[in-house]
Each structure stands twice: as structure tokens, then as C-alpha cells.
């Protein structure tokens, strides 16, 4: 079985501050995991990805995610929040076995403050 | 850049009634999803198919819901009848393999709103 785990449900910034979106999963056999961005009334876009390889993983927009496999996490972060960085955040996990789905978190909102 | 279409964008429904939905994926991509996305929550499979094959339906409500890809290309999700609880965002992706090596493209969905 796998599942991700997205802490909270809303997260406040200000413009130019750091932004933090956390993470976790859980998965019996490797993971890949990934981040979608969704705008209002929209689909989901890929934000970024990890397969295998490099544990930093940098994406569009100027994100990037950590993958710590002690933690179990992979958080995503940008150095530096933008007002049109304002929308809902969902991380995924599938496995690399046999009848693999993809499966989301519940989802972060992220709002930047003027 | 190629985009997965859907359409409608929006629809209302009266409860007992029928409602379908359209989407074209990304031309060449094998593998196409539907997702239902509850307001607040993430989106979960409903069904996956492999070309004209269903490969994963086991969260496909089967008594109402019904999903076709008759020549492999585009597909169409059907309820009949819908339920109030079946308001929601339904959102249709593709890919061009399996999708833990082949990210998901995602067109903007259909919200359905049942009264």
C-alpha cells in the first residue's frame, strides 16, 4: 500500500518569503513521487518529479523538492514567494511494482500576502 | 503545447438525471485516466485505460457510472443517474506509458454540480 500525507491544509505567506509545503509517504517498495500545482478551476500541472538519482529535485517555476528517504519526505520549497504562486499543492506517490496508481495527498493551499 | 481537452467546463444537473462527460487526450498518448476530485480533497482514479482496455476500475461506481474508449482515442464518462453526492470536479489525464515512468498531463476538467 502507499499513501502521502500533506500536513495541514492551508498555508499563509508573504511575498518574497520562503515557502514550505511538507510531505510525506509511505510506500512499501521504492517510490516515485511528484508534486502537481492546481490553479483555480483548472487541471493539474507537474510541478516536478523524482524517479531515481539526484535527491534534489528542481522543477518549474522555481521550486524544488528534497527527497530524504530517512524522513520519508519529500517537502517542497521556494526561496522566494511570488503572488501568482497563490494556488493548491498536491503531492503524489506511485510505486515501481506491478498495478502501480498514482496516489494524492489531500492537498495544500497556499496563499502570499502582499 | 498539446493539451488534454474536456468538455463541458461546467454542468448542472437535476439529481435522477444523466450527465456526460467528454475528453480528447494528447494525441499518441496511450493511457487515459478519470479522476474525481471532491472540493477540498484530492483526486482519485475512477478508472484507467490501456488504448480500448480497461485496466483499473475498481473505484468506479458501476451501478451508475460508466466510462468508454471505443476506438482507443477519445472516451466519454457517463451517470445515470446522478446523486447529490456525485458533485464534483472530474478531471481527465493522459500519459503516454504507465504512469510511475510517464507523468500525467491533466486537462482543466468538468464540474458538476447536482441540485
Known amino acids: 500500500a502507499q499513501s502521502v500525507t500533506q500536513l495541514g491544509s492551508h498555508v499563509s505567506v508573504s511575498e518574497g518569503a520562503l515557502v514550505l509545503l511538507r510531505c510525506n509517504y509511505s510506500?512499501?517498495?521504492?517510490?516515485?513521487l511528484f508534486w502537481y500545482v492546481q490553479y483555480p478551476n483548472q487541471g493539474l500541472q507537474l510541478l516536478l518529479k523524482?524517479?531515481?538519482?539526484?535527491?534534489l529535485v528542481k522543477g518549474i517555476n522555481g521550486f524544488e523538492a528534497e527527497f530524504k528517504k530517512s524522513e520519508t519526505s519529500f517537502h517542497l520549497t521556494k526561496p522566494s514567494a511570488h503572488m501568482s504562486d497563490a494556488a493548491e499543492y498536491f503531492c503524489?506517490?506511485?510505486?515501481?511494482?506491478?498495478?502501480?496508481?498514482?496516489?494524492f495527498g489531500k492537498g495544500i493551499t497556499l496563499s502570499v500576502r502582499p | 503545447e498539446a493539451e488534454v481537452a474536456q468538455s463541458p467546463r461546467y454542468k448542472i444537473t437535476e439529481k435522477s438525471q444523466a450527465v456526460a462527460f467528454w475528453c480528447d487526450p494528447i494525441?499518441?498518448?496511450?493511457?487515459l485516466y478519470w479522476y474525481r476530485q471532491i472540493l477540498g480533497q484530492g483526486p482519485e482514479l475512477l478508472v484507467q485505460?490501456?488504448?480500448?482496455?480497461?485496466?483499473?476500475d475498481s473505484q468506479l461506481p458501476k451501478d451508475r457510472f460508466s466510462a468508454e474508449r471505443l476506438k482507443g482515442v477519445d472516451s466519454t464518462l457517463k451517470i445515470q443517474p446522478a446523486e447529490l453526492g456525485d458533485s464534483a470536479m472530474y478531471l481527465c489525464?493522459?500519459?503516454?506509458?504507465?504512469?510511475?515512468?510517464?507523468?500525467?498531463?491533466f486537462g482543466n476538467g468538468t464540474r458538476l454540480t447536482v441540485t
Open positions: 489525464a493522459s500519459s503516454v506509458g504507465s504512469s510511475y515512468n510517464s507523468p500525467l498531463h
Open positions: 510506500s512499501s517498495v521504492p517510490p516515485y
Open positions: 523524482y524517479t531515481t538519482g539526484a535527491t
Open positions: 503524489a506517490v506511485i510505486h515501481t511494482g506491478a498495478n502501480s496508481k498514482l496516489t
Open positions: 494525441s499518441g498518448h496511450a493511457t
Open positions: 485505460f490501456q488504448d480500448e482496455s480497461v485496466v483499473d
